[in-house]
């Protein structure tokens, strides 16, 4: 089956960056497109930008340009997502998700609660 | 950029109730629509994807409707595993959008 393992929570100071990965198994990695999706406490979901795990393109949305980069391995099957220059509404929990079709997601990772904070 | 407006916010329900979400596009997005189910502390779930194909394994009690700009999720007979927060989103091939949410609570 289709699974998503991401790695461990972060706790990160303002101004730094983090690196979170999101590994894949159960289905050929490079035929669908990874997402990065966050939601803080309490509030809804934040789509972030796509990566081709097979060309590497990526899309990010306007509100993190110059601030994210998605890469990825096709060696060991894996997503990365960095996010720099952080601030304390960054502080959520980043997924990482699988698209179908022309954009919806069918998998999701059990997510990685990043904390921003002095 | 286009936004996704749900509504309402909250609703309140008995478990056999019909329930209804609207959701609606602030342009014509044709059925570049998905909605997907949240439960505290997991993660979300996809039911319904171009706006009314039922995603494999979800029940029937769920259906979709909708093009354009207005959308609706249906829940035909509420069961007590329906109670958690719904969430829309638009899609193509440059940008996904989601809605605020909509939180199905007991009455």
Known sequence: ?118 | DIQMTQSPSTLSASVGDRVTITCRASQNINSWLAWYQQKPGKAPKVLIYTASRLESGVPSRFSGSGSGTEFTLTISSLQPDDFATYYCQHYDTFSRTFGQGTKVEIK
Request: positive net charge; contains cysteine; proline residues 2%.
């Open chain 1, 1 to 118: 089956q289709v699974q998503l393992v991401q790695s461990g929570a972060e706790v990160n100071k303002p101004g730094a960056s983090v690196k979170v990965s999101c590994k894949a198994s159960g289905y050929t990695f490079t035929t669908n497109e990874i997402n990065w999706v966050r939601q803080a406490t309490g509030q809804g979901l934040e789509w972030m930008g796509w990566m081709s795990p097979h060309s590497g393109n990526t899309g990010y949305a306007e509100k993190f340009q110059g601030r994210v980069t998605m890469t990825r391995n096709t060696s060991i099957n894996t997503a990365y997502m960095e996010l720099i220059s952080l601030r304390s509404e960054d502080t959520a929990v980043y997924y990482c998700v699988r698209g179908r079709g022309v954009g919806w997601f069918d998998s999701w990772g059990q997510g990685t609660l990043v904390t921003v904070s002095a």
